[in-house]
């Protein structure tokens, strides 16, 4: 029985409370959290022990989860990971390039897990395609949400575009070339929303939109490629692929069309989504690597690499924007 801790069980540690809870070959020990009233609720309603010393804590578990605001994440994982705990650390990984970098040594001399939260990666919607044979040339991204102080700590970039950084980085097979970016801070002292072209060495160009003061909730990825286009609904849950038609297409809607080279057939699929339980998946994904010794889903690497360009994006911003 794997024994876990949680630092850190505000908005979404809750949720990570209650999917450990469903997990098999693992048992909650306790958590720490500095904040009485998080600390009090989780007492009464989990019944769960609460540690008011840290090394206490890490002392008794074979897992940290580290679920704290984006600025606390390496004091902890350090500690953590000094006393050669796994960790499943939110994400962005670490605050700065620096922690980013020196975690990586850390866990590079330990013998632990490390696995990164970017959550998207087991999004139902984006496990139905995500063993295609992608190759996208051309990405368009929206991700847009109504504004919550919670989160602000740090920019829109490093809250909310690094988990679209972190699926197109595990797409596209190839360095960054060029960074465009431009952002404006309207409601905190950071950037709240962006727009940013990310160019590859391979030709592929993705264009991200990100947004933390919008009216409406949009989470949406549209892959182009030579022989397809995928659009990828992370909110709702949808997934579809229009396509020219291949033998193997027997079951999906098709239609022709008259093009200067002749006839063509294209077809549309809109695969069925499981309903899963992406937190879950994401933890469980990280105990099973842990017990089979296998790599974890979502490494320190990846999560260092999409921290790494969200700190490109925002130098970019910083220096061709105005800020106010
Ligand atoms: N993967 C996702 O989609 C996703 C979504 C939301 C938040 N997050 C990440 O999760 C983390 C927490 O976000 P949240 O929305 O739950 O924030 P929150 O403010 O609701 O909760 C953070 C909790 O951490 C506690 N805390 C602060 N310092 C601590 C410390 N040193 N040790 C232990 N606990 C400490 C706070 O008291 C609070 O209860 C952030 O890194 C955020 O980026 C990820």
Redesign the pocket.
């Known amino acids: 029985m794997l024994k876990v801790g949680v630092?850190?069980?505000?908005?979404?540690?809750k949720f990570h409370l209650n999917n450990w809870k469903e997990i098999a070959g693992v048992k909650l020990v306790g958590f720490?959290?500095?904040?009485n009233d998080?600390a009090k609720e989780v007492v009464e309603k989990y019944g769960l022990k609460r540690y008011m010393d840290e090394e206490k804590l890490m002392d008794a578990c074979d897992i940290i989860d580290v679920?704290?605001?984006?600025n606390?994440?390496f004091d902890?994982c350090m500690q953590a990971i000094r006393k050669g705990k796994h960790v499943f650390v939110?994400?962005?990984i670490t605050n700065t390039i620096q922690e980013g970098r020196a975690l990586m040594d850390l866990v590079r001399e330990a013998n632990v897990k490390v696995q990164v939260?970017?959550?998207e990666r087991f999004n139902p919607a984006y496990l139905a395609v995500k063993d295609l044979n992608l190759n996208p040339m051309f990405i368009e991204v929206h991700r847009l949400a109504q504004f919550n102080p919670?989160?602000t700590e740090v920019s829109v970039i490093l809250?909310l575009m690094i988990?679209d950084i972190d699926i197109i980085l595990s797409l596209v097979k190839s360095d960054v070339k060029s960074i465009v970016a431009s952002g404006v801070a309207v409601m905190t002292e950071t950037p709240d929303i962006a727009n940013v072209r990310i160019e590859f060495n391979n030709g592929c160009v993705a264009n991200l939109t990100s947004s933390r003061i919008s009216m409406k909730k949009m989470r949406k990825m549209r892959l182009f490629q030579k022989d397809a286009y995928i659009g990828v609904d992370f909110l709702e849950k949808k997934t579809e692929i229009i396509k020219l038609k291949q033998p193997e297409d027997q079951d999906v809607f098709s239609f022709d069309i008259d093009t200067p080279n002749g006839k063509k057939t294209i077809a549309i699929a809109t695969p069925t989504i499981e309903p899963l339980n992406a937190i879950k998946l994401e933890l469980e994904s990280f105990v099973d690597a842990i017990v089979n010794n296998k790599p974890t889903a979502v490494s320190e690497i990846d999560g260092f690499l999409a921290m790494e360009v969200a700190h490109q994006i925002l130098e970019k911003i910083s220096s061709t924007s105005i800020l106010v």
């Open positions: 630092f850190g069980v505000g908005h979404l540690g720490f959290d500095p904040n998080n679920i704290t605001p984006t606390q994440h902890i939110e994400k962005p939260g970017h959550v919670r989160g809250d988990h």
